[in-house]
C-alpha cells in the first residue's frame, strides 16, 4: 500500500505563488508517474500536472509557464511550484501516484486565489 500526503496549500492573493508538496510512502514500485490533479468547485477533477520517474513532465495547457512539477526520488517527494495564481487556479488540488502496482491518492489539500 502507498500513502501520500499533501501539504502547503492556503490562500493566496491573485499574482502570487504556492508550493504543493507530496510526501510518498509505503511500497513504492518504480516506475512510476507523480501528477497533480485539481477539482475546482462543482466542476470533475482535471490533470494539472505529471512527472515520470526520468524527469519527463507533462502540463496542462491553462498551467504551462506558470506551474513547475519536479520530483526528489531519494525523497519520495514530489513538488508543484505555483506561480502568477489566478482566481480560476482555486480548487482542492491532489497528489497521484500510478506505478505498475496500482494507483494511489492523497486526501487533498485546498488553494484559494483571491482577486
Do not use: H
Not at 502547503?8 to 508517474?33: D, E, H, K, M, Y
Not at 505529471?50 to 509557464?65: E, F, H, L, M, P
Amino acid at each position: 500500500q502507498v500513502q501520500l500526503v499533501e501539504s502547503g496549500g492556503g490562500l493566496v492573493q491573485a499574482g502570487g505563488s504556492l508550493r504543493l508538496s507530496c510526501a510518498a510512502s509505503g511500497s513504492i514500485f518504480s516506475p512510476n508517474t507523480m501528477g497533480w490533479y485539481r477539482q475546482p468547485p462543482g466542476k470533475q477533477r482535471e490533470l494539472v500536472a505529471s512527472i515520470d520517474s526520468g524527469g519527463n513532465t507533462n502540463y496542462a495547457a491553462s498551467v504551462k509557464g506558470r506551474f513547475t512539477i519536479s520530483r526528489d526520488n531519494a525523497k519520495n517527494t514530489g513538488y508543484l511550484q505555483m506561480n502568477s495564481l489566478k482566481p480560476e487556479d482555486t480548487a482542492v488540488y491532489y497528489c497521484n501516484l500510478r506505478s505498475w502496482r496500482g494507483v494511489y491518492w492523497g486526501q487533498g489539500t485546498q488553494v484559494t486565489v483571491s482577486s
